[in-house]
């Protein structure tokens, strides 16, 4: 799957910022200085680089199709 620019609707492989749940590409960013924006931690901008997205292991819940020995 691949994303698509909010602003241009151009196909993209890695967004460089994000407005809200939307991804804006590296060349529209920079072209409307959201990349400095979402440097500031104020509003809806923010970037996608320093962003996690895995889910860290808890070892109090068990796997959904792990098999389990009963």
Not at 38 to 53: A, D, H, M, N, Y
Request: glycine share 8%; proline share 6%.
């Amino acid at each position: 799957m691949r994303l698509h620019c909010a602003l241009c609707g151009r196909r993209m492989e890695k967004a460089a910022v994000m407005i809200g749940a939307m991804p804006v590409g590296p060349t529209c960013a920079r072209k409307a200085g959201l990349i400095e924006l979402s440097k500031r931690k104020s509003g809806l901008v923010f970037p996608v680089v320093g962003r996690k997205s895995a889910p860290k292991n808890d070892r109090n819940t068990i796997d959904l199709f792990d098999e389990v020995d009963e």
